[in-house]
T-cell receptor, first 111, second 113 residues
Framework: GQQVMQIPQYQHVQEGEDFTTYCNSS?????IQWYKQRPGGHPVFLIQLVKSGEVKKQKRLTFQFGEAKKNSSLHITATQTTDVGTYFCAYGSSNTGKLIFGQGTTLQVKP | NAGVTQTPKFRILKIGQSMTLQCTQD?????MYWYRQDPGMGLKLIYY???????DKGEVPNGYNVSRSTTEDFPLRLELAAPSQTSVYFCASSFAGTNQPQHFGDGTRLSIL
């Protein structure tokens, strides 16, 4: 069935370096959501993208939805230790009400 | 608002025992979901509900049952617990369908020994 692949699975960066995670689908997505899960915590909604080529920013975080609506990315500029966690993309199966999550990218930041 | 509340936070079960994981939300959300998350893995959908009286299977429903008698509550029942059900269980809710953000509870950490 339809699914998304997230890459990389893990990323270790030095504090201050940039970080990007990618979410790729073989089929067109109606929308994509991004969540962050801190170690030991629960997923927290970050943002939703619905339009082709959409770009949204939240402080140091930049989210993009591809022109073909088959891929998305999350870019963090100048990482901080507070950015540590796992970032998940998720897409909606509009005819069922289900949200399907990618495997996540775990970010470690070395101070 | 409390949001999504899950109880218990931790539980250890013996193989073959049964238990119910409780989930309640006070946001008047129509949609509710149960996920399991194995260590270092993503979220797998177990069951979901689009409203009171309506439930449907997700990706990994075997060994679980749910009910949705009210808008607020969505309990998950484990029958005949097995070691493979050791996981962290998250309940989530959203106002509508997949175009709305999901709000998650703090999770229940369940070990089957």
């Amino acid at each position: 069935g339809q699914q998304v692949m997230q890459i990389p699975q893990y990323q270790h960066v030095q504090e201050g370096e940039d970080f990007t995670t990618y979410c790729n689908s073989s089929t067109t997505l109606s929308n994509i959501q991004w969540y962050k899960q801190r170690p030991g915590g629960h997923p927290v909604f970050l943002i939703q993208l619905v339009k082709s080529g959409e770009v949204k920013k939240q402080k140091r975080l930049t989210f993009q939805f591809g022109e073909a609506k088959k891929n998305s990315s999350l870019h963090i500029t100048a990482t901080q230790t507070t950015d540590v966690g796992t970032y998940f993309c998720a897409y909606g199966s509009s005819n069922t009400g289900k949200l399907i999550f990618g495997q996540g990218t775990t970010l470690q930041v070395k101070p | 608002n409390a949001g999504v509340t899950q109880t218990p936070k931790f539980r250890i079960l013996k193989i073959g025992q049964s238990m119910t994981l409780q989930c309640t939300q006070d946001m008047n959300h129509n949609y509710m979901y149960w996920y399991r998350q194995d260590p270092g893995m993503g979220l797998k959908l177990i069951y979901y509900s689009v409203g009171a009286g309506i439930t449907d299977k997700g990706e990994v429903p075997n060994g679980y049952n749910v009910s949705r008698s009210t808008t607020e509550d969505f309990p998950l029942r484990l029958e005949l617990a097995a070691p493979s059900q050791t996981s962290v269980y998250f309940c989530a809710s959203s106002f509508a369908g997949t175009n709305q953000p999901q709000h998650f509870g703090d999770g229940t950490r369940l070990s089957i020994l």
